[in-house]
Each structure stands twice: as C-alpha cells, then as structure tokens.
C-alpha cells in the first residue's frame, strides 16, 4: 500500500471506521501510515500523537509527510503497536462507531480514573489504556 493512499472516512456516522489490517507490523511504512490514519480518525492532534510515542512534534511531521517513519525495535515503534491495539479494541468494541470510538477516548474511565487521552498523552499510560480496553472488549464477548 502507498503512503499517500488516500485513508477510508465513512460517509455518515453510522458506517463503520477505517479498520487497520493484522500484519501491517512487518512493514515500517505501512505501520507509521496505519498510525497517522488511526491518530486522525480517533481525533488526536499531532502534538499529542508525539507524546503518546514518545517523539518531538517535528518527528510527527516528518512521518505525516511521508519524509520517515517509524523505526523498528525503537520505544516510539513499540509505542505505536500499543496505539494500534487501543485503536484494534475500541473499533471492536464500538463496531466501528467513530462517534462512540471518539468519546471513548474523552470520557472518563472509572478504571482509568480519567479519559484515556489524557492518561496516555499526560502521563504515558498506554499499557494502562491497553488493559482497560481489552478488559471490555473481553467482557463484551461473553
């Protein structure tokens, strides 16, 4: 897939997200397009993209402009894997509603003790965010 292939935006609130496909980890290009795509779609602004990764927002527009990506092995890459899992488990868990994905993330979680924003831009809680969502994801299914 080329980096600049446009990204998918329903056509009215009831259709379903832009849903990142599995494997898209073993390529660098394909991994920082699915995060830029899954950052836009959730409504997160580059500044706090940078922070959730770990990185400048200088880095951020490196990547957004197709100029890098994001490097294997690295924090910021192993950061984005997570992102992707929020991102994974709230589409799931919202059957792709891109207004109740949005909330989500703006709300404040009683298991969190804040909106998950907040808890992964303000105090780098990505692996907290992980957990909570899954747990739902997996309370859901039963």
């Known amino acids: 897939m080329p ?4 990204m998918y935006f329903p056509s009215d609130g009831n259709a379903p997200m832009f849903e990142i ?3 898209i980890e073993a390529s660098p290009r394909r991994l920082t397009q699915a995060v830029l795509q899954a950052a836009d779609l959730l409504g997160l602004y580059n500044a706090e993209l940078a922070r959730v990764l770990g990185l400048m ?3 951020i527009g490196r990547i957004a402009s197709a100029r890098d990506t ?3 092995g690295t924090d910021a890459c192993q950061k984005a894997l997570l992102f992707l899992r929020i991102y994974r488990a709230l589409y799931v868990e919202k ?3 891109e207004a ?3 909330n989500w993330l703006r709300i404040r979680q009683a298991q969190l003790g804040e909106a998950p924003l907040i808890v992964m831009v303000d105090h780098g809680g990505l692996g907290e965010v992980v957990n909570c969502i899954e747990r739902n994801t997996e309370g859901t299914s039963d």
Request: hydrophobic share 20%; proline share 16%.
């Open 3 to 6: 980096f600049n292939t446009p």
């Open 21 to 23: 496909p599995e494997g």
């Open 57 to 59: 927002c200088g880095d």
């Open 70 to 72: 994001l490097t294997p």
């Open 95 to 97: 059957k792709g509603n």
């Open 100 to 102: 109740a994905m949005y």
